[in-house]
T-cell receptor, first 112, second 115 residues
Framework: DADVTQTPRNRITKTGKRIMLECSQT?????MYWYRQDPGLGLRLIYY???????NKGEISDGYSVSRQAQAKFSLSLESAIPNQTALYFC???????????FGPGTRLTVL | AQSVTQPDIHITVSEGASLELRCNYS??????LFWYVQSPGQGLQLLLK??????LVQGIKGFEAEFKRSQSSFNLRKPSVHWSDAAEYFC?????????????FGAGTRLAVHP
């Protein structure tokens, strides 16, 4: 089984809809991250969390919110999706003292 | 400002040829440097990383990278490319100590391999 899982893997939705992307990990890591990937822009950080009580905005947090339901679960929400949020979304994890991040398989989101 | 530049958006090489992917960074503190690979439909997999010590680091799949502090570069190399190396490659930089382990990624280089 994969250590970092993301659901759904693909989602098509309409403008204005609320969407939640979920990330779960079995690595026992305390730190979790959400990125979006756009062609030609690489990965950009949306939100990150050190533990269930620590949530921080990344460089592109507008239009997104997150919830750290447990150490192993970190969800990303789009309250009212818009077309320019069409992208590939990645969850990543690491633990204190380790600099390498471990990535999930990604969620491809299309907003029509 | 902290940034990572990958000057080549697309590179095409023939199978068996050598490969070098360029990465330049701007970072205020001593950085940790990473190369990740993203195969089609897959997440990011770590190829190699540099923290300290020997400036030539070996990674998986026959890749290596050389850290050159004077040039702020961390170029990725492979002496003989295989068709399965076709993928997108990302260079990233992060803090060497403390902080939130936030990584800054380059825009990526897409590699195509001709038979």
């Amino acid at each position: 089984d994969a250590d970092v899982t993301q659901t759904p893997r693909n989602r098509i939705t309409k403008t204005g809809k609320r969407i939640m992307l979920e990330c779960s990990q079995t690595k026992g890591h305390d730190r979790m991250y959400w990125y979006r990937q756009d062609p030609g822009l690489g990965l950009r950080l949306i939100y990150y969390s050190f533990d269930v009580k620590d949530i921080n905005k990344g460089e592109i947090s507008d239009g997104y919110s997150v919830s750290r339901q447990a150490q192993a679960k970190f969800s990303l929400s789009l309250e009212s999706a818009i077309p320019n949020q069409t992208a590939l979304y990645f969850c990543a994890t690491t633990r204190t003292g380790v600099n390498e991040q471990f990535f999930g398989p990604g969620t491809r989101l299309t907003v029509l | 400002a902290q940034s990572v530049t990958q000057p080549d958006i697309h590179i095409t090489v023939s199978e068996g040829a050598s490969l070098e992917l360029r990465c330049n960074y701007s970072y205020g503190a001593t950085p940790y440097l990473f190369w990740y690979v993203q195969s089609p439909g897959q997440g990011l997999q770590l190829l190699l990383k540099y923290f300290s010590g020997d400036t030539l680091v070996q990674g998986i799949k026959g890749f290596e990278a050389e850290f050159k502090r004077s040039q702020s570069s961390f170029n990725l190399r492979k002496p003989s490319v295989h068709w399965s190396d076709a993928a997108e490659y990302f260079c990233a930089v992060g803090p060497s100590s403390g902080g939130y382990n936030k990584l800054i990624f380059g825009a990526g280089t897409r590699l195509a391999v001709h038979p």
